[in-house]
């Protein structure tokens, strides 16, 4: 086989293992599904707490909820090293914080909360532990 012919080959199958259709116009593959169709398209998940209900509320439902007081307040267990939330106003506003709740540092775990309930969160901490 000569050098070409092992370029076209290779560049063949390039193509076709990577989902390439060596027809253009022909018709999209069989195992071609819509977003709708595909498992892991879901709804969003529902929110944890009534986001109708006053930031400030909403906040101390998700604190309770997520029982944040388990690390941040008095060590109810020996050993647990509890992280005071103090100071949180003159630090963050309510934005940055929201983001700070985002992706917190370890060993916070992220609890996946939506940017609305992340804000929620926020309001309350902030006017609670001022």
């Known amino acids: 086989m000569t050098r ?3 370029v076209i080959v290779c560049a063949v199958l390039l193509t076709l293992g ?3 259709d060596p ?3 022909g018709a999209p593959p069989a195992s071609s599904a819509t ?3 595909l498992p892991f398209a879901m709804d969003p998940p ?5 986001l109708d209900l006053p930031p400030v509320e909403a906040g101390r439902i998700l604190y309770e909820k997520l029982e944040c007081a388990g690390c941040h307040e008095s060590a109810a267990v020996p ?3 509890v992280h005071p939330l103090r100071g949180l106003h003159g630090r963050f506003n309510d934005e940055n914080l ?3 709740l985002s992706a917190p540092p370890p060993p916070m775990p992220d609890f996946g909360l939506s940017r609305p309930e992340r804000l929620a969160l926020a309001v309350y901490l902030r006017q609670v532990f001022p």
Do not use: Y
Not at 46 to 50: G, N, T
């Open 4 to 6: 070409l012919h092992t």
């Open 18 to 20: 990577c989902g390439g």
């Open 23 to 25: 027809d253009p116009g």
């Open 35 to 37: 977003e709708a169709e």
């Open 46 to 50: 529902e929110p944890l707490v009534d």
């Open 79 to 81: 050993g647990l090293v």
């Open 98 to 100: 929201a983001s700070f």
